[in-house]
């Protein structure tokens, strides 16, 4: 990612995604790497968005972008949330 087209917040951000908001889940403001709980988001809200600005910045700049963030499952299963954001 960063050689293709920097570091990840900053694609974000030109990506013109902060400030989106799905449900109470919200990229933040300050910074685009970051998704903030607005009003009580739910993991449905929080993975959602992730999809979302995830083909958003796809479709931007043709990359998928990496997620650090894990997805418990109420099973116990743990699987990357970009993994996760298209099974709920």
Known sequence: MYELAGPPGKVVEDTGLKGLTIGGAQVSHHHAN??????????????????E???????????WLACEVR???PDGAVAPASEACGEL
């Open 34 to 51: 970051f998704i903030v709980n607005r009003d009580g988001a739910t993991a449905r809200d929080v993975l959602s968005l992730i999809g």
């Open 53 to 63: 600005v995830r083909r958003r910045v796809h479709a931007r700049i043709g990359a």
């Open 71 to 73: 997805y418990v499952a």
